[in-house]
Structures are given as C-alpha cells and as structure tokens.
C-alpha cells in the first residue's frame, strides 16, 4: 500500500467526490450475477472432484512469498501491495492463493489427513501492476490444489480435467491445454545450464527485464512477452531434450491420461509459468479465437506441479498440484463471445398492497409464501395501487396479489392473472396452493 505524501494529495482523493482506487472495480449487480454463476458452476464441478473449501487471509507475512512465489519474479519484485503494521511486521495482501495454503496445510498439521488433500478456494487477490484489459489491482480467481504422498501423474491430469471441465461448463469454446515439463531438482539445472550458455553473448538482443533476469532466473526468459526477446526464445533449447528420465516418464503419464479423457492439449515447450514453485508438469488453458474473431492472448487459467513447496516452507516433504483461473478474464470471454451464461427468469408474483392494514400485515404474507417455496416481488415503499401494477408489468410478473383494505381485514386476497386480467378472490390459507395451481 503507498504511503500518503505529506503535503499533496494523492490522485483519485483529490476531488470532492471520491472514485474506486485506481485498478481496482466495483462488481455492479449485472456482472455480479455472472460472477455468482460462475462460482456457483465452479464449486459443484470442484465439490464433484472431491475438492473441499478453504479460506485464507487476505494478508499474509511478505517473507512467505520471498520464499515461495521466489524474489526474481515479477510478482514479487514489483507487484506486491505491502503494509507495516504498528507493532513493525511487514505483510502484503496477497497476491496468488498457493503459498497461503501450503502455510495453512503446515500450520493445521493436515499432512496427518488422509490423502490426497483437495482444496479449493475462490476470492480477491492484488497485484500493483499497470491496469488493462483484463488486468486489474484487485482480481479474483478459482484456486485448486491437490496434495499428495506421492507425486502421481493422475493427479496431474485430474486437477487440470477440473479446470478444463470448469471453463467447459461455461461453454466456452476452442479450449486448448498447453502443457510442458519443467524438470525436477535434478534435471533443471541442466537445462537453466544449457539457457545461460544458449542466451550468452545474446544479452543485446534482450529486453532490459530479460537481461537483468539472465543470471537470476533465466527460466523466466521464456515467459517474456517482449517482440524483442521473441526470436531469440524461438530458438531457445527445449525443456523436454533436458529433462530425466524421471520427469519424462511422468509427463508421459500425464499426456497419456489426457488422451483417454479426450482433452484437447499441445505440447509448448516454452511454457514455464512465472514462478520459482514449480516443477515437472506446468499447464495453461487458452481459448483459440473462432473464424473472424479477435485473438484472445491470456491464459483463462493454468498452474502445475510444486512437489518442494511445502518442504521449503518447513513441511514435510509433500507432493502438491494447483492451477488457478482468472474470473475476469474468463468474464471478459463469455462478454466477448456473447455466451454470458442465461439464466432462465425464476418465476415470481408480485405483491401489490393497498391501504394501512395491508401493509402492516405484508412482510408476515411474504414470510407464508417464503414457506411455501414461492418467489415473491414487492414494491413496498409504493402506495398506489396504479404506480405497483405498472411495477408488476414491467417485472413480467405472471400473476399479481392484490392485497386491500378490505381483502386484508378479511383474511383474503385477489390473485389477478396479469396476462388475461382475469381476477379470482381467495382465502389467505389458499393462497399458496392456488397461486401453484395458476402457475403450472
Ligand atoms: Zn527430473
Ligand atoms: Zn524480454
């Protein structure tokens, strides 16, 4: 977080009226509502995988992401919201789910839980980077993680057919997994060896990010979106000639399980993710545009195998899997491709209500008809009775209660038919069953 200067105002609090904090956006009822749909799709395809939730602070120590998300990146070398607190500890919100829950899986002792254990969890994440398309300071993403005794390929491949299935479900099409190996503690440093020597004496050719990152991480040259540093990743040596016969054969593993599901997948053996956790099976969803449409160029989502994580933060050693996907971007697509997921109109009567007695008697008939499982829209700040029929129609509510002074000293309302204006006087004990019986 940034520290107020002292004399000038900062921008965004200089006006009277105040704005949302730059990259950061309200979620307004409309997107919302996808938003709900979204996670909704995706803890009923996570909870069928045997995924349970979980729930981390939105803050965490900043060292558990030096140690983890690794100090090379750019996550954590220009990302980071910080913040001291009083008593002098150093935190940041945080800015990926997976440390976080490799903490929470020490601290609560869950390598004692029967395994594998599957969590998942969905919410807000910051990152302090320049806002754009699809990229925003406050974002929220779907997360899940997988650990494991052993490093099995079939969690490999299930945690990535529960992705897929997820953006699947949202009938997003053209999906395509790539996916590539990145090696193990024995097989990488051959291959960053091999990187070093292959971008050695190239170092002009190089952003200036690339070629600070040269000796720090060069895995990370790959990642570079950068046209400068394109052809020469072009050429770049490939992971696979690198990796053991270890990895290979686990990669294979996984590949082979995603041909029995049928997934659609291409081998990129330039994808290495941005982060220093991973190792062996690496993986992003993309979806390819359709004819005449423009090129979609993120990732809806991706993750991989991080089997050191848990360890490095003084676990035991624990084999884990995880991926997340981005909620905006995968909003921005079905927005795009115009496939926001439809909602077929629960149907509701409307409660119109006149005089006095009615009203006072209004929020118990709502709480009857609640009972009853039936859906009901009221206006009940409005008091004429013109002013709540023009409400009803424009809600296209089917039928509409009539609630007077006299039906409600009576004990009765009128159900009207909205369609025919056909009215029908009923007794209030009635009144669910007959408003069933209209509906159906
Ligand atoms: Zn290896
Ligand atoms: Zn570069």
Same mark, same amino acid.
């Given at each position: 977080?940034?520290?107020?200067?002292?004399?000038?105002?900062?921008?965004?609090?200089?006006?009277?009226?105040?704005?949302?904090?730059? &990259?950061?956006?309200?979620?307004?009822?409309?997107?919302?509502?996808?938003?709900?749909?979204?996670?909704?799709?995706?803890?009923?395809?996570?909870?069928?995988?045997? =995924?349970?939730?979980?729930?981390?602070?939105?803050?965490?120590?900043?060292? +558990?992401? %030096?140690?983890?998300?690794?100090?090379?990146?750019?996550?954590?070398?220009?990302?980071?919201?910080?913040?001291?607190?009083?008593?002098?500890?150093?935190?940041?919100?945080?800015?990926?789910?997976?440390?976080?829950?490799?903490?929470?899986?020490?601290?609560?002792?869950?390598?004692? $839980?029967?395994?594998?254990?599957?969590?998942?969890?969905?919410?807000?994440?910051?990152?302090?980077?320049?806002?754009?398309?699809?990229?925003?300071?406050?974002?929220?993403?779907?997360?899940?993680?997988?650990?494991?005794?052993? %490093?099995?390929?079939? $969690?490999?491949?299930?945690?990535?057919?529960?992705?897929?299935?997820?953006?699947? /479900? *949202?009938?997003?099409?053209?999906?395509?997994?790539?996916?590539?190996?990145?090696?193990?503690?024995?097989?990488?440093?051959?291959?960053?060896?091999?990187?070093?020597?292959?971008?050695?004496?190239?170092?002009?050719?190089?952003?200036?990010?690339?070629?600070?990152?040269?000796?720090?991480?060069?895995?990370? +040259?790959?990642?570079?979106?950068?046209?400068?540093?394109?052809?020469?990743?072009?050429?770049?040596?490939?992971?696979?000639?690198?990796?053991?016969?270890?990895?290979?054969?686990?990669?294979?593993?996984?590949?082979? $399980? *995603?041909?029995?599901?049928?997934?659609?997948?291409?081998?990129?053996? $330039?994808?290495?993710?941005?982060?220093?956790?991973?190792?062996?099976?690496? =993986?992003?969803?993309?979806?390819?545009? @359709?004819?005449?449409?423009?090129?979609?160029?993120?990732?809806?989502?991706?993750?991989?195998?991080?089997?050191?994580?848990?360890?490095?933060? &003084?676990?035991?050693?624990?084999?884990?899997?995880?991926?997340? *996907? &981005?909620?905006?971007?995968?909003?921005?697509?079905?927005?795009?491709?115009?496939?926001?997921?439809?909602?077929?109109?629960?149907?509701?009567?409307?409660?119109?209500?006149?005089?006095?007695?009615?009203?006072?008697?209004?929020?118990?008939?709502?709480?009857?008809?609640?009972?009853?499982?039936?859906?009901?829209? /009221?206006?009940? &700040?409005?008091?004429?009775?013109?002013?709540?029929?023009?409400?009803?129609?424009?809600?296209?509510?089917? *039928? @509409?209660?009539?609630?007077?002074?006299?039906?409600?000293?009576?004990?009765?309302?009128?159900?009207?038919?909205?369609?025919?204006?056909?009215?029908?006087?009923?007794?209030?004990?009635?009144?669910?069953?007959?408003?069933?019986?209209?509906?159906?």
């Amino acid at each position: 977080m940034q520290t107020k200067p002292k004399n000038k105002k900062p921008a965004g609090e200089a006006s009277t009226t105040f704005q949302s904090v730059k &990259g950061m956006h309200d979620v307004l009822p409309a997107e919302s509502c996808v938003q709900e749909k979204i996670y909704r799709l995706a803890r009923e395809i996570l909870e069928f995988y045997n =995924f349970n939730s979980i729930a981390t602070p939105l803050v965490e120590y900043l060292g +558990l992401y %030096n140690r983890t998300t690794g100090e090379a990146t750019d996550i954590v070398e220009k990302q980071m919201f910080t913040l001291k607190t009083k008593g002098g500890e150093t935190l940041a919100l945080r800015p990926e789910f997976t440390p976080g829950i490799g903490r929470a899986y020490i601290q609560h002792g869950m390598s004692h $839980y029967p395994h594998p254990v599957k969590l998942f969890t969905i919410g807000p994440l910051f990152r302090y980077e320049q806002p754009q398309a699809g990229r925003f300071r406050q974002f929220n993403q779907i997360d899940a993680e997988i650990f494991s005794t052993e %490093n099995d390929a079939i $969690y490999d491949a299930q945690g990535i057919l529960a992705c897929y299935r997820i953006l699947d /479900e *949202l009938k997003i099409k053209n999906l395509i997994i790539n996916i590539n190996t990145i090696g193990c503690i024995t097989c990488r440093p051959n291959y960053r060896k091999a990187l070093v020597s292959y971008y050695k004496n190239k170092e002009k050719q190089l952003c200036t990010d690339c070629k600070r990152r040269l000796p720090v991480n060069p895995l990370r +040259l790959l990642d570079c979106k950068e046209p400068i540093c394109q052809p020469l990743k072009e050429q770049a040596p490939n992971t696979l000639d690198y990796v053991c016969a270890t990895c290979k054969k686990h990669f294979k593993e996984v590949l082979e $399980y *995603l041909d029995n599901l049928a997934l659609p997948y291409a081998l990129n053996p $330039y994808l290495v993710r941005g982060l220093d956790y991973y190792s062996k099976t690496v =993986f992003e969803i993309n979806t390819q545009p @359709a004819e005449g449409e423009e090129k979609i160029d993120f990732a809806l989502g991706g993750g991989g195998r991080y089997d050191y994580l848990i360890e490095e933060l &003084g676990g035991r050693p624990t084999s884990a899997f995880g991926w997340a *996907l &981005g909620v905006e971007r995968i909003i921005d697509v079905l927005h795009t491709r115009n496939i926001l997921p439809s909602s077929r109109p629960k149907e509701k009567v409307f409660l119109i209500h006149i005089g006095d007695l009615a009203k006072r008697k209004s929020l118990c008939l709502i709480e009857t008809l609640r009972h009853a499982h039936i859906n009901v829209i /009221e206006s009940l &700040g409005k008091e004429s009775l013109a002013a709540q029929l023009r409400a009803a129609d424009k809600a296209d509510a089917p *039928l @509409a209660l009539i609630f007077g002074q006299k039906e409600a000293y009576e004990e009765s309302i009128i159900i009207r038919d909205m369609k025919t204006g056909a009215q029908e006087m009923v007794p209030l004990t009635k009144l669910p069953e007959m408003i069933k019986r209209k509906l159906n």
